[in-house]
């Protein structure tokens, strides 16, 4: 059974940081990707990394300031998010399948973890 369990979401203040990490359980996954969402709006791309971490790719509005990673070891891939701003606040999803910014291209879903940015 495939699992993907997000943790490490929270408050914060704008400028601050959190680590977001997935725990991934049930098979071995070439990619990884976070997603966030807002109430009212469509899941979008955040970063995604492949199996070996050799490639990433970020949304334009977090690069420079999140950082994907993952440690194979462990199962697992996290979302090191620095100099937060208001307007990050979302819940958060971790997802696995293949290397790409669109949602159709993961299979498996974590059950998502809040982020709350305070100005």
């Known amino acids: 059974q495939v699992q993907l369990v997000e943790s490490g979401g929270g408050l914060v203040q704008a400028g601050g940081s959190l680590r977001l990490s997935c725990a991934a359980s049930?098979?071995?996954?070439?990619?990884y990707g976070w997603f966030r969402q807002t109430p009212g709006k469509e899941r979008e791309f955040v970063a995604a990394i492949t199996r070996s971490g050799g490639m990433t790719y970020y949304a334009d509005s977090v690069k420079g300031r999140f950082t994907i990673s993952r440690d194979n070891a462990k199962s697992a891939v996290y979302l090191q998010m620095n100099s937060l701003k208001p307007e990050d606040t979302a819940v958060y999803y971790c997802?696995?399948?293949?290397?790409?910014?669109?949602?159709?291209?993961?299979?498996?879903w974590g059950q998502g973890t809040q982020v709350t940015v305070s100005s």
């Open positions: 997802a696995a399948g293949r290397y790409t910014t669109s949602l159709v291209g993961y299979d498996y």
């Open positions: 049930g098979r071995t996954f070439s990619a």
